[in-house]
């Protein structure tokens, strides 16, 4: 009798788990924001990581694009 509980749970927890994962609405969102979020903490940590390489590159892209301005 035990088991037969436990595997409607088991089985009502996973209808509720697909029910969440195929849910269009409000899920799809918080997805969204999560990947995101993951995208702008990643790009910060790789800013402050290679910031002298990036500035020295931004730099020498100036410099030849006003060198083949004036």
């Not at 788990?17 to 790009?43: E, F, H, K, P």
């Amino acid at each position: 009798m035990m088991m037969v509980t436990l595997n409607n749970k088991m089985r009502k927890a996973g209808l509720k788990a697909r029910n969440i994962l195929t849910n269009q609405s409000g899920d799809q969102m918080t997805g969204w924001l999560i990947v995101v979020l993951i995208v702008v903490v990643v790009g910060a940590v790789f800013m402050t990581l290679y910031q002298g390489s990036i500035t020295t590159i931004w730099n020498s892209i100036v410099s030849k694009i006003t060198g083949l301005l004036s």
